[in-house]
């Protein structure tokens, strides 16, 4: 990485004796602000440690001195130094006279986001949460400049402090091509923040420390617009941002829901639950613990989700090592509500795994086996490549569609926390979601095939397209087909790639198989039992109660019930005894 700082010019500001300690001081280079208070000594902060300057008390004439060389102090008490990226802030006595100063040293440092720049690179807003200190505004002026330089887009900074882009009329170099508009009172913030989008057509706004409720607003505003937002706003965690209500909107609101009976004994939860209110402002947050280690939440939403239903969400971790390269760690937590897998254990437990940059699920984390040889035999027969794309053949063919995992090892036991992430193909995305909700599996949809484990994918869809299967035979990602993408379907798919189910289990499209007799009542009931579990128990998680039947018939209608894994019950008084169905 490359820092420029121009401390020499901070220094020119400061009084002789300071400037001289400071010049000749080890840890120059570190230096993060010069502090000046009346009467007391002048102090040099760096990152682990705090000397004195000077052995004489800082003097009235020691304070004038310095401001009579730096530009008006705003609103908010700061003032910069022409074409520097250095902040001076100062302490005022209930008069408005200045007793103190803060002279913060502003660096650039080329090649900062290196960790992050594949975020940066994929056009979604980015909020930056952290301490005062941990170089949120350097990050945010080296994102600046990666995409207006780099990525070539249209970047306005807003600019209320003159922090990023340097005081003065004239930017700092540190940001590239992008723009800047200050802002002329820090109460006026939010209306300059609309003014950009409305009279300078940005393709990026640049927005540092979102702090008021209409700012807050204004970035919703924005990010509505279709205008990527990079920010910061004030938090260490995105937890903080959830307990302020002002910034709440930001990570898309808290609100309190009511939950009918049905639904909160489903959840097994209290009639009064959180939920989010809106999608959030920002789709990507990076809590910045340290200066080489952040936090990444890729989703937002997903992480926001997560903790409002008491579950602790995938944290990924990256850290930049001395020799500048990034490594990605993930933290996954198992789900409170435990799957009766096996291998999995109920109790809640953390487990540190290692990954490889730039995947995610089993894949990143080192889980995913690359083919191996079946037998001596395939070993000479074919190459891997050659056998990998025999088995995306066969997975195509209506007969061997399935494979057991000694046959096709490429998707193993799911670990403690660990989660299997599907790239659907040609399903409508949010049936896909109702079955891995209602049936609490630990299922990841992802958008990005690279990050997939196995593709899921309609057989009348995937047959003609050998763009996907190319795609996938290159990235060695298996596809499973479905004939349709109805609910059981779906789930069964799911059971079979989870090592849930039997891959004998028939299918459920032929209902004389649970018809014992083969007469139209019993084949009538059934195709109600179906409809009813298909359009109603899994997709909506409602209970369904079914017209009264015999009891050979309800014995029909259970085991196709079952078939399902769901739960049902015959309830009523003969000839009136009926099932009822019940979400899982």
């Known amino acids: 990485m490359q820092i420029t700082d121009d401390l020499n010019r901070l220094l ?9 300690n400071l010049q000749q001081h080890p840890q120059r280079d570190t230096l993060i602000e010069i502090v000046m208070d009346l009467g007391r000594l002048p102090e040099a902060r760096f990152p682990n440690s705090a000397e004195y300057l000077s052995e004489l008390p800082v003097s009235l004439q020691d304070l004038e001195h310095c401001i009579s060389q730096i530009g008006e102090f705003s609103g908010d008490n700061r003032a910069g130094l022409s074409q520097t990226l250095h902040r001076i802030s100062a302490i005022r006595n209930r008069t408005g006279k200045i007793i103190g100063l803060t002279c913060r040293v502003g660096r650039a440092v080329f090649g900062k986001i290196g960790m992050i720049r594949d975020l940066v690179e994929t056009g979604q807003s980015i909020l930056l949460l952290g301490r005062p200190g941990v170089g949120k505004t350097t990050a945010l002026r080296e994102i600046t400049r990666v995409l207006a330089d780099d990525l070539e887009k249209r ?3 807003i600019d209320t402090s003159n922090e990023i882009a340097g005081d003065g009329d004239i930017p700092h170099p540190a940001i590239g091509r992008a723009r800047r508009m200050q802002v002329a009172r820090p109460e006026l913030q939010h209306q300059v923040m609309i003014e ?13 420390e979102i702090g008021t409720e209409l700012e807050a607003l204004a970035a919703r505003t924005i990010a509505e617009r279709g205008v990527q937002l990079i920010g910061t706003a004030h938090g260490n965690r995105i937890e903080n941002l959830m307990k ?13 829901v009511t ?3 049905d639904e909160a004994r489903r959840r097994g939860s209290q009639k009064t639950v959180l939920e989010r209110k809106a999608p959030p402002t920002f789709d990507i947050a990076i809590e910045m613990l340290e200066q080489q280690r952040w936090v990444v939440h890729e989703s937002v939403a997903t992480t926001i989700d997560h903790l409002l239903r008491g ?11 001395d020799e500048g390269e990034v490594n990605i760690v993930e933290e996954r937590y198992t789900p409170p509500t435990p799957v009766s897998l096996e291998g999995r254990s109920p109790s809640k437990s953390r487990e540190p795994v290692a990954t490889m940059p730039g995947l995610r699920g089993l894949r990143g984390s080192g889980k995913m086996m690359a083919v191996p040889t079946v037998s001596e035999k395939l070993e000479k027969a074919t190459s891997e490549s050659q056998y990998f794309e025999q088995l995306l053949e066969q997975s195509f063919s209506g007969v061997t569609q399935w494979h057991s995992h000694e046959e096709f090892p490429l998707i193993q036991n799911l670990g403690e926390g660990s989660s299997l992430s599907i790239y659907p193909y040609g399903i409508p995305r949010h049936q896909i979601e109702q079955v891995i909700q209602t049936l609490s599996l630990p299922v990841i949809l992802t958008k990005d095939i690279d990050s997939a484990d196995v593709v899921l994918a309609l057989r009348s869809h995937i047959r003609n397209q ?8 290159t990235r060695q990602i298996p596809i499973h087909t479905i004939k349709s993408g109805t609910p059981p379907q779906i789930a069964r798919a799911l ?36 409809l009813a579990v298909e359009q109603i128990v899994i997709p909506k998680g409602q209970p369904v109660e079914l017209l009264p039947r015999s009891p050979q018939v309800r014995k029909m209608q259970h085991e196709l019930v079952e078939h399902y894994r769901l739960k049902s019950n015959s309830f009523g008084e003969e000839p009136n005894r009926r099932l009822r169905i019940y979400p899982a």
Request: net charge negative; hydrophobic share 40%; proline share 6%.
């Open 12 to 20: 020119e500001v400061v009084p002789d004796e300071i400037r001289q």
């Open 155 to 157: 970047v306005v900074i």
């Open 196 to 208: 950009a989008v409305e009279n300078h057509m940005p393709q990026v706004i640049v927005i540092d």
């Open 244 to 256: 302020n209500p002002t910034l709440a909107d930001l990570i898309g609101g808290i609100q309190a």
């Open 259 to 261: 939950l009918g009976d």
């Open 311 to 321: 579950l602790q969400p995938t944290l990924q971790i990256r850290t930049l090592n």
């Open 466 to 473: 050998s763009k996907m299967r190319h795609v996938a035979k």
């Open 495 to 530: 059971r079979r790639l989870l090592n849930m189910e039997d891959p004998s289990t028939p299918e459920i499209a032929d209902l004389s198989l649970f018809a014992s007799g083969g007469s139209s009542d019993e084949i009538e009931a059934l195709e109600e039992a179906r």
